[in-house]
Each structure stands twice: as C-alpha cells, then as structure tokens.
C-alpha cells in the first residue's frame, strides 16, 4: 500500500447516488503523485462518474 500523506487522489468509501440510485458503491482507490494514470472500463460502469 502507497504512503496516503504522497497520494495526489485518495478516496475510501466513496458512494455516489443519482437520485435513491447507487451508482458506485464503497470504492477505494489512490493515485500517486508523479504517476499518469488511466481508468479502463466497458461502456457504463462508471468511468465518468468518477
């Protein structure tokens, strides 16, 4: 696991509604600093969500 205090993006539990509609559900994730990173995906999983 990553040093959170060097994270440029850390999220824990992340819940994200639309209306009583959960559309993501107790996402974790870190972004390191100084890294280009991607987010991959199918068509309506969440991506822009994000």
């Known amino acids: ?8 993006v850390h999220a ?3 819940t994200v509604r639309r ?9 974790d994730f870190s ?3 100084g ?3 991607g987010l991959l995906g199918p068509s309506g999983c ?3 969500t994000l």
């Open 19 to 27: 209306g009583d509609h959960p559309v993501l559900r107790g996402l």
């Open 46 to 48: 969440g991506k822009s």
């Open 35 to 37: 890294r280009i990173t």
């Open 12 to 14: 824990r539990g992340l």
């Open 31 to 33: 972004v390191p600093s």
């Open 1 to 8: 696991m990553m040093n959170l205090a060097t994270a440029a």
